[in-house]
């Protein structure tokens, strides 16, 4: 079974919501065929609440909404199966089909070459450990930094606005509710914001004043279950964008 936690976040559903949604993930390759009808029909519903939940998750109706799922669902699907014959490599060229060299010189002159003020590095779960390595390479840079995740009181980010300059943040769906809190108290205080996300739309990265997209192979695995080189590109990006810096230096 595939995971609807990516899809429903932010998103105000019911219970009944819930369980047509997972229906339709869990009878994708049916579902089409089966229309609007056979769904509500299967889930004790009626055919309005199935095209309300389409509206309710951003699509127009069912047919909308299923077309704009059907890549990411075929995708883990085929993971689950074990079909990874096709495994992704990763090459720095990766990094830069979404981003350029301007960016990563923005990063440099906006973040790590600040003297006076902070780097706030913020990221919650799988990505709070990949926030832990980006942290320590900038303060063997020499660099004043803090580091905080959900497991930390709000207190840490807060009282310290008047030192930050710049707050990094890494949310892997962009979706992470904690994240864009301390994302729109940041803008209000004027602070440049830099994001690593998915590579596809999400909030984080409409906040930003600079985000980094990353490839992520398996966008419904709320888990990080499956393979997937999200996090790999993730760091090679931290070394291109160390890279950078220190050749600016030299």
Do not use: W
Not at 40 to 55: G, M, Q
Not at 160 to 185: F, M, P
């Amino acid at each position: 079974m595939i995971e609807i936690g990516k899809l429903i976040r932010g998103k105000h559903l019911t219970d009944l919501d819930r369980q047509v949604l997972q229906y339709i993930i869990d009878h994708f390759d049916s579902v089409l065929k089966m229309g609007v009808r056979k769904i509500a029909h299967e889930n004790y519903t009626s055919p309005a609440t199935v095209i309300r939940l389409s509206k309710k998750i951003g699509y127009s109706g069912f047919i909308d909404m299923y077309y704009n799922l059907l890549p990411q669902v075929e995708e883990v699907i085929t993971q689950q199966k074990g079909t990874i014959e096709d495994f992704p490599e990763i090459s720095p060229k990766d990094l830069l089909n979404y981003n350029s060299k301007h960016d990563i010189e923005r990063f440099v002159q906006g973040v790590l070459c600040l003297s006076q003020t902070f780097i706030f590095i913020y990221a919650t779960g799988f990505s709070g450990i990949a926030a832990e390595y980006l942290y320590k390479k900038i303060l063997v840079l020499g660099k004043k930094a803090i580091f905080a995740t959900g497991m930390d009181s709000v207190g840490v980010f807060e009282n310290n606005l008047e030192d930050i300059g710049a707050l990094v943040v890494i949310s892997k769906s962009g979706e992470t509710n904690q994240v864009i809190d301390r994302l729109k108290v940041a803008k209000k205080h004027g602070i440049f914001i830099v994001s690593f996300t998915k590579e596809t739309k999400n909030t984080v990265a409409k906040l930003s004043d600079l985000n980094f997209k990353i490839i992520d192979n398996n966008k419904l695995d709320d888990r990080n279950m499956l393979p997937n080189l999200f996090f790999p590109r993730l760091l090679m990006a931290f070394e291109l964008i160390i890279k950078a810096y220190l050749e600016r230096k030299q």
